[in-house]
């Protein structure tokens, strides 16, 4: 009993760091039927971490997008804030996911390609795309 008592909290942090993408993977899910990981999580030079060269198609654009949309919020904790509405910073967070999820949408039939999906980052060529 202890030991859960001592989890609880812990756990509740570790919940709490990855809140706000947890809610951009259901919103992804909800928008387009598909997972974010592993169909987005990875996707082309620009889904997950990091980002470089020319994306591959629209719908890693859409990924480097949300990543410059997400880079006008350097004061907003973009991973840990999440979906409640109380400040600006989390309403903003949330229309960059918004915007994101409706673009994989608007995409998933013209661009969305499986040979994109664990795309390695050293493919990943030319200069990086100005925000």
């Given amino acids: 009993l202890k030991v859960l008592i001592l989890l609880v909290p812990l756990l509740a942090g570790i ?19 598909k997972s ?15 980002g470089k060269g020319d994306p591959v198609d629209a719908t890693d654009s859409c990924c480097k997008t949300h ?13 840990t804030d999440r979906y409640r509405f109380r400040t600006q910073c989390e309403k903003r967070i949330c229309e960059c996911d918004k915007a994101a999820a409706i673009c994989f949408r608007d995409n998933l039939k013209s661009t969305y390609h499986l040979k994109y999906a664990y795309y390695p980052n050293w493919l990943c060529k030319g200069a990086s795309p100005d925000c």
């Fill in 15 to 33: 919940l709490e760091v990855k809140a706000n993408l947890l809610q951009f993977g259901i919103m992804i899910r909800a928008t387009t039927g």
């Fill in 36 to 50: 974010a990981f592993p169909h987005y999580s990875t996707y082309g030079c620009y889904c997950g971490i990091g």
């Fill in 67 to 79: 990543d410059c949309c997400y880079e006008k919020l350097r004061e907003c904790n973009t991973k």
